[in-house]
């Protein structure tokens, strides 16, 4: 998918478990896990919106467009 999910890099920036962003954005952390290794295919604008407001980030900090990564047939 050319859309890359940048959430361990601003983990790790944060200092911050998966789990404690899981719940600030109150998510699960199976739904986290599934946004860290970009296996997700949407993305709700409110849950996006958390893990701005829980990470201090914009969502391009989060959200990368990769062209030419289209690993996936069904889009």
């Keep these: 998918m050319p859309i890359i ?3 361990d890099v601003m ?6 478990s ?4 899981a719940e600030l954005v109150g998510i699960t952390p199976a739904n ?7 296996k997700a295919k949407a993305v709700r604008f409110s849950t996006l919106a958390a893990l701005c407001k829980a ?3 914009q969502p391009g900090d989060i959200l990368e467009y ?10």
Excluded at 32 to 38: F, H
Excluded at 66 to 75: A, H, L, S
């Design 32 to 38: 986290m896990s599934i946004l860290k290794t970009g």
């Design 18 to 21: 998966s789990g404690e962003l």
């Design 55 to 57: 990470l201090e980030c």
């Design 11 to 16: 983990l790790a920036k944060r200092k911050m």
């Design 66 to 75: 990769q062209p030419g990564n289209d690993d996936d047939d069904d889009e």
């Design 5 to 7: 999910v940048n959430v």
